[in-house]
């Protein structure tokens, strides 16, 4: 093999990459994939009415991976809760919820809000958003 | 404060670069490479200098104060050279070969800035990890809410923060987050583009940089990674830094000492990026004491390792949290899986799976592994070659210990790990070629 025919080899494989790039890239994906939200703006509303830092409970209508590994670590109710956190920070959010003052709602499903205040029996703060609210206990 | 952040980043990336190279700048393809090492372990400097500093409780402007006068102190007392100047190999490349690689920018940029307009917050590990963690830097001043343990164990409170520091402190000194990130993966996956081509090209001649230069920025997954905003690439490119600086030093009489130094201070910037870099830097090491049987020399590189080990010890032993592979790991399940056959069966599978991802790599990993069944046919007898094999049966030894379901760990971390070495394999991989041209 000749240094030449290795530089034609080479090449050759860096066309099908760029090829294979440039299709995914700039042709296949922008056409049939969704621009992602920016995870910020859903959590706007809700931030006059957060303290600046300490620790807040965290209640959902989705299911959420607690800890041990398992089948669940892709559930919707975890990138929820991931989310909230990234956009939240330096506030903690913690689940399962034990016992801080004010707790996180954050709904996927918005009709299922007064299910989830009966369920935990929590109290309403403030509801800015159909989606995200802040409670407190009894 | 902008001007003394970018005054310490400069001034110690010049000294770190100008200590380490003891040679004059021999021609452009040497300044090159310089200017891009320079750039990495500046930036990396600049983070870990903050980090040891958020550790100690010393304020950033100090801090950034002491870098920048360490930086030009390093710069001055290195001034002098004590060899000569090596010029560069000669290998021109085809015009062709220039064209390809333009193309191939403008598409891996192109791509970037396509990934980053429908991920506004980066790859899912960028704002679960990475871009979180920059967000609490900045935000709390105490590193214990940081690295609270209220934190999901997704959010990896155990990982070390050289990509977090640099987009924390930046994010401060522009008062806004919008592009910082972004710029910041930018100017690593720059790095990551320059380091490895510049030094084939610097060792073979121009045709085997610009090869080298081929084989990264034409994987599919490459710019997707760069745009991804997370630690990976900023490994890649503390490793083949480090790689590139052995294999100079190996090419220079006398395994200059401070190259090996400055190789290892790259490898522990690496162990301050990811968890994995700490094991790619003992791998580079036994890679080194293996092939030159220079225990001094490997010394010397373990030295350079010491500062960005020592930041990473300090962490685990005050604010780290317990990592998640350890955490959930028992002597039992360890046992169990490295005693069962299908378990590395099923890993075998899936690993293939990766080689034959056309969608991330192409043919490239087809390539690389049909040029080593085929041409080159004997394990590699460089530091960097034995280091990428020891590395990848750690890495195996890993998945198949680790209590994570494996399908889902493969599917969602192999692509990064492959990335991550990438660029060490092509400076690995490509004078091994040349030699074969050599011996026909």
Request: glycine share 6%; proline share 6%; aromatic share 10%.
């Amino acid at each position: 093999m000749t240094r030449e025919r290795i530089t034609v080899i080479i090449a050759a494989l860096a066309v099908v990459g760029m090829l294979r790039s440039a299709w995914a890239h700039l042709v296949a994906e922008p056409r049939h994939d969704f621009i992602r939200k920016p995870i910020d703006p859903r959590y706007d509303p809700i931030r006059p009415y957060l303290p600046a830092s300490g620790v807040l409970g965290y209640v959902s209508d989705e299911r959420i991976a607690t800890g041990a590994p398992g089948s669940d670590l892709d559930a919707l109710g975890s990138r929820l809760f991931d989310e909230a956190q990234y956009a939240l920070a330096p506030l903690l959010l913690q689940y399962p919820d034990r016992g801080a003052p004010l707790v996180l709602a954050n709904l996927r499903e918005p009709s299922r809000f007064s299910e989830l205040l009966q369920a935990t029996g929590l109290i309403v703060v403030a509801h800015p958003s159909p989606e995200v609210a802040l409670l407190r206990r009894r | 404060m902008i001007l003394l952040a970018l005054f310490a980043i400069a001034a110690s990336g010049a000294g770190l670069v100008a200590a380490g190279i003891r040679e004059p700048v021999a021609d452009r393809i040497d300044r090159g490479l310089r200017i891009a090492l320079a750039a990495a372990l500046g930036i990396g400097a600049w983070s870990a200098a903050y980090a040891a500093a958020r550790i100690a409780g010393a304020s950033a402007a100090a801090k950034d104060g002491v870098l920048a006068l360490f930086g030009a102190l390093l710069w001055l007392s290195a001034r002098r050279p004590r060899a000569e100047a090596t010029p560069s190999a000669s290998d021109p490349a085809p015009r062709y070969l220039w064209a390809l690689f333009g193309a191939g920018c403008v598409i891996a940029a192109a791509a970037f800035v396509e990934h980053n307009r429908r991920f506004p917050d980066g790859g899912w590990d960028a704002w679960l990890i990475w871009n979180m963690r920059a967000r609490f830097l900045a935000r709390a001043p105490d590193l214990g809410t940081v690295f609270s343990p209220v934190l999901s164990y997704r959010a990896h409170a155990d990982y070390p923060w050289l990509v977090p520091g640099a987009v924390a402190q930046a994010v401060v000194l522009a008062g806004r987050e919008s592009l910082v990130s972004q710029t910041i993966a930018a100017a690593f996956g720059a790095c990551a583009l320059a380091i490895v081509p510049l030094a084939l090209a610097r060792l073979h001649g121009a045709r085997w940089g610009l090869l080298g230069a081929l084989a990264i920025v034409s994987v599919p997954a490459f710019a997707v990674f760069v745009s991804n905003q997370q630690s990976d690439v900023p490994l890649a490119v503390f490793v083949s830094a480090a790689a590139a600086l052995v294999a100079i030093a190996c090419a220079r009489p006398g395994l200059p000492r401070g190259m090996l130094v400055l190789a290892g201070f790259a490898a522990g910037l690496g162990a301050w990026t990811k968890n994995e870099g700490l094991l790619y830097a003992a791998c580079l090491a036994a890679g080194l004491l293996w092939r030159t049987k220079d225990a001094r020399a490997t010394a010397a590189f373990v030295a350079g390792i010491v500062p960005g080990a020592a930041l990473l010890v300090a962490f685990k032993l005050t604010y780290a949290q317990p990592n998640d592979l350890a955490h959930f790991s028992t002597a039992a399940t360890i046992a169990g899986h490295v005693f069962d056959p299908l378990r590395w069966a099923e890993l075998a599978v899936r690993l293939l799976r990766r080689v034959v991802f056309f969608q991330a790599f192409a043919l490239w990993l087809i390539a690389a592994v049909v040029a080593f069944a085929v041409w080159i046919r004997r394990f590699p007898g460089t530091p960097a070659g034995s280091a990428l094999w020891l590395s990848m049966a750690a890495l195996i030894l890993v998945y198949v210990v680790q209590p994570l379901p494996l399908d889902w760990l493969v599917r969602t971390s192999a692509d990064r790990l492959i990335m991550q070495l990438w660029p060490t394999a092509v400076l690995a991989a490509l004078p091994a070629l040349a030699r074969t041209t050599a011996r026909t």
